[in-house]
């Protein structure tokens, strides 16, 4: 299916909803913990920290609890590679734009559990280290699959904690990335 449709239809879904005037939306920032697999005999990974932010929505369903929880977010996820024999390092920096599909269950307006997928699509990839290195062969868009809680501290103010991970390659060598975030969210409505 075209990128343009999907994004077409999440925005679509989230302005054709009768609950407009119920619904949440603002900012989120934070940082992640990633983790991740590298090919080859007497290599290992070393886990980074990255950066996510951006906005998101929380979109009321009909009745109930429920809601589509959706947004765009800028999600970094670096991951280092190690020789075991010399101990020379690469640090890999892969950058995407993240669109949540996921469904929010908020028991009140202070908590919610949500899980889902996101639509990420590579913007940038990079890597350090050695003059050699490339980034070849980046898979996108992912759609690695997200579980977390929000709760608000305030009114305005919450945490957005969260765990992500897609089983699978993300570019040659590079596979099987997790992560686990918290990020500050400031809600608008």
């Known amino acids: 299916m075209n990128m343009k449709r999907i994004f077409m239809s999440v925005i ?16 989120e920032l934070g940082a992640r913990q ?3 697999d590298v090919a080859g005999l007497n290599f290992s990974a070393n886990s980074m920290i990255g950066f996510q932010g ?15 929880r959706t947004g765009i977010l800028y999600t970094q996820r670096p991951l280092q590679s190690e020789s ?6 690469i640090d890999y920096s892969l950058d995407y734009l993240d669109i949540p599909v996921d469904i929010l269950i908020k028991s009140g307006e202070k908590f919610g559990v949500y ?3 996101h639509i990420s699509i590579n913007v940038n990839k990079s890597c350090s280290g050695n003059d050699a290195c490339r980034v070849n062969d980046v898979d ?3 759609f690695p699959v997200v579980f977390g809680m929000m709760f608000k501290a305030t009114p305005k103010f919450g945490f957005n904690f969260y765990i992500d991970g897609i089983n699978g390659p993300m570019a040659k060598g590079l596979y099987d990335y997790k992560a686990v975030g918290l990020n500050l969210t400031y809600s608008m409505d």
């Open 12 to 27: 679509l879904t989230m302005f054709t909803s009768t609950s407009l005037a119920a619904m949440d939306w603002g900012i």
């Open 34 to 36: 990633q983790a991740g």
């Open 54 to 68: 951006g906005v998101f929505a929380h979109v009321p369903t009909e009745q109930g609890p429920v809601h589509f």
């Open 84 to 89: 075991d024999i010399t101990g020379d390092t």
């Open 115 to 117: 899980m889902g997928f």
């Open 140 to 142: 996108t868009p992912l």
